[in-house]
């Protein structure tokens, strides 16, 4: 007889930041009214990373209902305005990535239209970042709340967190335990399948239980112990377009409390800087191709703001994404879905719309196939807009002193890429559409950053000569340095809202 009703029992496999923000979330949506069991093994432990976040993350903590103040406090976090690229162009280059608008809007051609044309026409002599609020605060190392108040240059800048990824895990556990989610602790060794239809039945564990449940989210990390060992849902290899497969990390003794990350370009890679609390995060991602293991921890280990508080640990991984996220009673969530490494921080963010996703076309136990359909296709064209704007980075640079930049450079690229720097190579326009993650300020960041310069402005700008625009941004400027100036430091603004207490030696 058919499955009517709905879900009775949710099974979580996995407890790493995809497995406790999925049961956090579940346990808030559906409330008491569907059992969630979580099980992860502490023998096999979390991959332990993922420090660094975009603004969306504000948005499902606030649908959690979890205070900004008491989220920072216990993870040790700290703000994050943007990224600083460093060394990406060419050596010596450095741009930043910004969560916010360039300048403000002042007329109805988009700031940046007016802005390229000063630039192009040689009446505007510095970089875009010149104009961006988040980069006047983040080189002055200050933080403050953006204000609502849309008239001022102060609403025009956004921000996420930084923090550690294991007290975040460690954070939503507690809050996920308190909402009724099971936690078990053990190692999955066998997943029943029914002879049918192949649909999970339940997992066994290396105690002799088993755990039933209607429907499974595969948590597990890269192997994908459900989605690909149980049901081979198949991988899509992305590494021809993004080739770095390792990762070797490091935390060490805080330097400067920088209200950004820094990511710079290095011979084989690059390599990550997150300042938290505690400690300051730190990562060489690299290929394993154009560099060995122990070279690239050397090279991690030489470029440190201080001592180091532990071994590089090393990390491996295959860029790409999961054929079918969703395949019959089973969603991937979180690095059993895909990866396609650290360097715009979207993985936390693509865990974050998979379980959004998922809640809204959570199945009943008639488990419609229609609902794993629009799951995958909204998640695929997620992950290849994401790829797209990552593989922007490695396209577009003049570097040629390795093996890796010198590939990327000439590398093919999707012709949906192609397709976006056309259009802004050659009149300075932004394709996108309301689905991007990715915003235009960021692509203008990158593409300018990176050496897209396109031939010429946008027409309609030309055609606005009686817009008093010099004016305009000159008073933009000056609005945004009493802005920051009026601005606590970075330190001073977390030791006044969120300073996490001292660590236990
Ligand atoms: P994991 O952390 O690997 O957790 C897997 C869980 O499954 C564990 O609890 C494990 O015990 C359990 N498990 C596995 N097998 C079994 C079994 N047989 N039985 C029971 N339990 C099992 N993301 C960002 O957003 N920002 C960043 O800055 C960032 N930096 C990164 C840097 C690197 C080098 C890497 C590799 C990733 C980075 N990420 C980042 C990604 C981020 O770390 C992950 O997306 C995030 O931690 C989620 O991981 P996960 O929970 O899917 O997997």
């Given at each position: 007889m058919e499955q009517t009703g709905p879900l009775q029992h949710i099974v979580i496999v996995g407890g790493g930041?995809a497995g406790?923000m999925t049961a956090?979330a579940l346990?808030?949506a559906v409330?008491?009214a569907c059992r969630i069991t979580l099980i992860e093994s502490?023998?096999i432990?979390?991959?332990?990373?993922?420090?660094?976040?975009?603004?969306?993350?504000?948005?499902?903590?606030?649908?959690?209902?979890?205070?900004?103040?008491?989220?920072?406090?216990?993870?040790?976090?700290?703000?994050?305005?943007?990224?600083?690229?460093?060394?990406?162009?060419?050596?010596?280059?450095?741009?930043?990535?910004?969560?916010?608008?360039?300048?403000?809007?002042?007329?109805?051609?988009?700031?940046?239209?007016?802005?390229?044309?000063?630039?192009?026409?040689?009446?505007?002599?510095?970089?875009?970042?010149?104009?961006?609020?988040?980069?006047?605060?983040?080189?002055?190392?200050?933080?403050?709340?953006?204000?609502?108040?849309?008239?001022?240059?102060?609403?025009?800048?956004?921000?996420?967190?930084?923090?550690?990824?294991?007290?975040?895990?460690?954070?939503?556990?507690?809050?996920?335990?308190?909402?009724?989610v099971t936690r078990v602790?053990g190692r999955v060794v066998d997943v029943a399948l029914r002879g049918e239809d192949g649909f999970i039945t339940a997992v066994a564990l290396d105690d002799g239980a088993q755990i039933e449940g209607d429907f499974f989210v595969d948590c597990s990390g890269f192997r994908g112990l459900l989605i690909e060992e149980a049901l081979h849902a198949g991988y899509d290899n992305w590494?021809?377009?993004?080739?770095?497969?390792?990762?070797?990390?490091?935390?060490?003794?805080?330097?400067?409390?920088?209200?950004?990350?820094?990511?710079?370009?290095?011979?084989?890679?690059?390599?990550?800087?997150?300042?938290?609390?505690?400690?300051?995060?730190?990562?060489?991602?690299?290929?394993?191709?154009?560099?060995?293991?122990?070279?690239?921890?050397?090279?991690?280990?030489?470029?440190?703001?201080?001592?180091?508080?532990?071994?590089?640990?090393?990390?491996?991984f295959v860029?790409g994404k999961r054929r079918k996220f969703w395949e019959k009673n089973c969603v991937a969530i979180g690095l059993s879905a895909g990866f396609?490494?650290?360097?715009?921080?979207?993985?936390?963010?693509l865990i974050?719309y998979g379980i959004l996703r998922l809640i809204a076309l959570l199945p009943d136990q008639r488990m419609s196939p229609l609902l794993a359909r629009e799951y995958n296709a909204q998640t695929a064209i997620e992950y290849e807009?994401?790829?797209?704007?990552?593989?922007?980075?490695?396209?577009?640079?003049?570097?040629?002193?390795?093996?890796?930049?010198?590939?990327?450079?000439?590398?093919?690229?999707?012709?949906?890429?192609?397709?976006?720097?056309?259009?802004?190579?050659?009149?300075?326009?932004?394709?996108?559409?309301?689905?991007?993650?990715?915003?235009?300020?960021?692509?203008?960041?990158?593409?300018?950053?990176?050496?897209?310069?396109?031939?010429?402005?946008?027409?309609?700008?030309?055609?606005?000569?009686?817009?008093?625009?010099?004016?305009?941004?000159?008073?933009?400027?000056?609005?945004?340095?009493?802005?920051?100036?009026?601005?606590?430091?970075?330190?001073?603004?977390?030791?006044?809202?969120?300073?996490?207490?001292?660590?236990?030696?």
């Amino acid at each position: 007889m058919e499955q009517t009703g709905p879900l009775q029992h949710i099974v979580i496999v996995g407890g790493g930041s995809a497995g406790w923000m999925t049961a956090a979330a579940l346990a808030q949506a559906v409330g008491p009214a569907c059992r969630i069991t979580l099980i992860e093994s502490e023998v096999i432990g979390t991959v332990g990373v993922g420090e660094a976040t975009i603004p969306p993350i504000r948005n499902f903590n606030q649908r959690l209902g979890i205070d900004e103040a008491t989220f920072v406090r216990e993870t040790q976090g700290s703000y994050k305005l943007g990224i600083q690229f460093v060394d990406w162009h060419h050596k010596g280059a450095s741009y930043f990535h910004p969560f916010g608008q360039y300048g403000a809007e002042f007329d109805s051609v988009p700031f940046y239209h007016h802005w390229m044309a000063g630039h192009l026409a040689g009446e505007i002599a510095g970089p875009i970042d010149d104009f961006s609020m988040c980069w006047a605060m983040a080189k002055a190392g200050k933080f403050a709340h953006p204000s609502p108040d849309r008239r001022l240059i102060q609403s025009t800048f956004d921000y996420a967190y930084h923090f550690d990824a294991g007290l975040y895990a460690a954070f939503l556990r507690r809050y996920a335990e308190h909402r009724g989610v099971t936690r078990v602790e053990g190692r999955v060794v066998d997943v029943a399948l029914r002879g049918e239809d192949g649909f999970i039945t339940a997992v066994a564990l290396d105690d002799g239980a088993q755990i039933e449940g209607d429907f499974f989210v595969d948590c597990s990390g890269f192997r994908g112990l459900l989605i690909e060992e149980a049901l081979h849902a198949g991988y899509d290899n992305w590494q021809h377009w993004l080739p770095c497969d390792r990762a070797v990390a490091v935390p060490c003794k805080r330097g400067t409390f920088t209200p950004y990350t820094r990511s710079t370009a290095r011979a084989a890679g690059w390599q990550w800087r997150i300042p938290l609390q505690h400690r300051t995060g730190n990562g060489y991602v690299h290929c394993s191709q154009f560099i060995s293991e122990d070279a690239a921890a050397e090279t991690l280990l030489a470029n440190l703001d201080g001592k180091p508080l532990a071994d590089p640990r090393p990390l491996r991984f295959v860029t790409g994404k999961r054929r079918k996220f969703w395949e019959k009673n089973c969603v991937a969530i979180g690095l059993s879905a895909g990866f396609m490494e650290p360097l715009e921080s979207t993985s936390l963010h693509l865990i974050q719309y998979g379980i959004l996703r998922l809640i809204a076309l959570l199945p009943d136990q008639r488990m419609s196939p229609l609902l794993a359909r629009e799951y995958n296709a909204q998640t695929a064209i997620e992950y290849e807009r994401i790829r797209d704007f990552l593989i922007l980075h490695y396209k577009a640079t003049a570097r040629d002193d390795g093996e890796l930049w010198r590939y990327t450079a000439d590398m093919a690229i999707p012709d949906s890429l192609q397709y976006k720097i056309d259009h802004f190579r050659e009149y300075g326009l932004l394709v996108a559409d309301e689905r991007e993650l990715f915003a235009n300020p960021s692509w203008i960041a990158v593409y300018f950053g990176q050496g897209i310069t396109p031939r010429r402005a946008p027409a309609l700008a030309a055609m606005r000569s009686f817009v008093p625009v010099a004016e305009r941004m000159g008073a933009i400027a000056r609005a945004m340095d009493e802005a920051v100036a009026a601005m606590p430091s970075h330190g001073d603004f977390i030791a006044r809202h969120c300073a996490a207490p001292p660590l236990a030696a």
